[in-house]
């Protein structure tokens, strides 16, 4: 298999700009931590009223490559855990912050977690394994 070409057209369904469907998150770095904010509107829930849970597991692996790409590294995801913790409910506004946690030359481990605003409960916390295109 050849090396897969990892591009940017501005596209991606987690911070793609041009996407009309998208989350168009938007992040910030500074002291190793990634960080952004969210609020999920009706378009994105599952039951009434609640966020679909893999709206919420797109926001944390984004954040995880995010804060990758942050450190130099352009990477693929390998491995995704997410733990469910509190129903994230539409409107509500979150903080999403990810790290990485372990850097290999093969593989390298992250963590996330998507916060309440208003009182900083975890509603869900992810670890990740990435993998460095070539």
Known sequence: ??????????????????NECGLKLSFNYSNGKITAEFTPSKIYQGYK????????TTILDEAMIQAAIAEGINPMTAEIN??????????EKTAVEAEITKRGSRLIEAHARLLRQNDGTVIAEARSKLIPAK
């Open 1 to 18: 298999m050849e090396p897969i070409k990892l591009e940017d057209d501005k596209y991606c369904f987690a911070c793609g700009k041009k």
């Open 49 to 56: 009223d609640i966020t679909h849970g893999g709206i919420i």
């Open 82 to 91: 997410v733990r469910f913790k509190e129903p994230l409910m539409v409107n």
